[in-house]
């Protein structure tokens, strides 16, 4: 792809999947609550990638939504 390797793509929907993983194949609903929580929690924060960017909204590439994403995980699995 043509943003491969530049930091730029959008990591949610890989997230997002991973939920899905998390819900039907693992049985673990409330890991995957918690991770879709935790993206929900970053885009009402006003973090996002280029291609998702709003008015206001702070822009980051792949590895900084994936760790804000991340550090909410963990807040809500504490």
């Known amino acids: 792809p043509d943003i491969a ?3 730029i793509a959008n990591p ?3 997230i997002a999947s991973f939920a899905m993983c998390l ?3 693992f049985n673990l609903v409330t890991e995957a609550d ?4 935790a993206i929900a929690t970053v885009l ?3 973090i996002r990638t280029g291609d998702i960017m709003a008015e206001g909204a702070r822009q980051v590439g ?3 939504m994936g760790e804000a994403i991340l550090s909410e ?3 809500l699995s504490a």
Not at 34 to 37: A, G, M, P, V
């Open 23 to 25: 819900r039907y194949s």
């Open 12 to 14: 949610i929907a890989m």
């Open 44 to 46: 009402d924060k006003g």
């Open 5 to 7: 390797g530049k930091g």
């Open 62 to 64: 792949t590895v900084e």
């Open 73 to 75: 995980f963990k807040a």
């Open 34 to 37: 918690n991770l879709e929580k």
